[in-house]
């Protein structure tokens, strides 16, 4: 089915899923991140102490994340993107009106649990179920809206919290969820999709459906985890510590955040190929290559210090996160089937919220040590090389497990 034809066919349910994570931009480092410096202001707390409270608030969200995902497996797609949107948006009223140290704890509890979450889990969760033949693709067009929103929210945010300040701006994203997301949604939500190959009255392929406590029982998908954590646990280290590194490098703030949008450029199109590439060889063909374009980027950032490595290392950040956001939709209903997919995405979201939490803490306390952070980055680029080694390997094991039930 070319391109466009398959958007046409499927509109509406690949809308609803860009639009759901899109939505989560409300929950994501990239759009908290910028009410930083007015909170800390307000409340006193130096950059060490919203961290620490922001990494705490982040691993709790990523501890309850398994629990609140099995809902996925329990009730209809539309009634959870229902809860969960409507919970977001009060977690936004409740930015807007924060007036403590500890209720911004569990603000940001909320806002991560809720937006980057379960609003991403949920997008993903739904168009793996959805679709099956052309699965890669559906979850590469779904997946543009983390970009989509990486465009746009920041800037967004910047624009309105100028005129009408940083609470007030908050309380226009809990808004837009209410007046634009919830009825949107729901509306393109309201007729449930059956795969292809289903409708169809074809014999459909044979999935072997694993359970969460099955799934946590093999080797394969610990191995798999390893690699799957390494891109949120690096982009998250980097980009917390942007400010340090373009002191370090002698750039600007302006040039750096310049290049960001040369990283949503290069991660739709890495997205939409790879879409494609998935839907001809399997996600778990293309497991083995996921971590080289990080690789590339981290030796980028260690080893050239003129400012055109800022654009390059985006670019290629932006290659990694589209080749990442894409493959992991595939993988998983792949290779553990989709009856439980609600259960086993919330551990592999739940993992990867953790990793997002530890990277800018680790890097920070080593840059406290004096290690230089050229090293860092090539140690990240050496880890990324060997967990590619790892993938290779347990790439052709899932394979082969998986012909010998037939289901590959």
């Known amino acids: 089915m070319a391109f466009f034809a398959f958007v046409r066919a499927n509109f509406r349910w690949l809308l609803a899923g860009f639009l759901l994570t899109a939505f989560s931009g409300f929950g994501q480092t990239f759009f908290i991140g910028l009410s930083a410096g007015s909170v800390r202001k307000e409340f006193g707390l130096s950059n060490g102490e919203f961290g620490t409270l922001y990494m705490a608030a982040t691993l709790a969200s990523a501890m309850s994340l398994p629990w609140i995902g099995r809902s996925l497996d329990r009730y209809s797609i539309p009634r ?43 997008s993903m969760t739904a168009v793996g179920r959805w679709f099956d033949a052309q699965r890669g693709r559906a979850v590469s067009i779904a997946g543009l809206g983390f970009p989509a929103a990486e465009a746009t929210l920041p800037i967004s ?14 309380l226009i994203a809990a ?16 007729k ?17 459906h694993w359970t969460r406590a099955e799934v946590l029982r093999d080797p394969a998908f610990w191995i798999m985890s390893a690699g799957v954590l390494a891109p949120p646990f690096i982009a998250t280290a980097v980009l917390f510590h942007q400010v340090y590194l ?12 310049s290049a ?41 950032l260690g080893l050239i210090h003129d400012s055109y490595a800022a654009f390059l290392f985006m670019a290629l ?29 919330s551990v592999v979201f ?44 347990i790439a052709g094991r899932v394979h082969r497990r998986m012909e010998a039930q037939g289901t590959g």
């Open 246 to 257: 373009v002191e370090l490098r002698g750039w600007t703030l302006e040039l750096f955040a």
């Open 260 to 300: 960001f949008a040369v990283m949503s450029m290069f991660a739709v199109v890495s997205s939409l190929i790879l879409g494609a590439l998935i839907d001809r060889y399997s996600a778990r063909a293309l497991l083995p290559f996921m971590l080289l374009p990080l690789t590339a980027a981290c030796l980028v």
């Open 157 to 170: 945010f910047v624009v309105l919290s100028a005129a009408f300040g940083w609470r007030v701006t908050w």
């Open 350 to 393: 739940a993992l990867m919220v953790l990793s997002s939490a530890i990277g800018p803490g680790l890097v920070g306390w080593l840059i406290d040590l004096k290690v230089s952070f050229d090293y860092q980055m090539v140690g990240m680029s050496l880890y990324c090389l060997a967990m590619s080694a790892n993938l290779t390997f």
């Open 80 to 122: 959870v993107a229902a809860v969960v949107m409507v919970l977001l948006a009060v977690f936004c009223v409740a930015m807007a009106g924060v007036s403590s140290v500890i209720m911004l704890f569990f603000v940001i509890y909320g806002l991560r649990l809720f937006g980057q979450g379960m609003m991403s889990n949920t």
């Open 175 to 190: 808004a837009a969820l209410v007046i634009i997301a919830l009825p949107v949604i729901l509306a393109l939500l309201r």
């Open 317 to 345: 950040l932006g290659i990694s996160n589209g080749f990442m956001a894409t493959l992991i939709g595939a993988l998983w209903p792949e290779v553990y089937g989709t009856r439980y997919l609600g259960a086993v995405r």
């Open 192 to 208: 449930e999709r059956t795969p292809q190959n289903m409708a169809e009255g074809e014999k459909p392929r044979p999935v072997r």
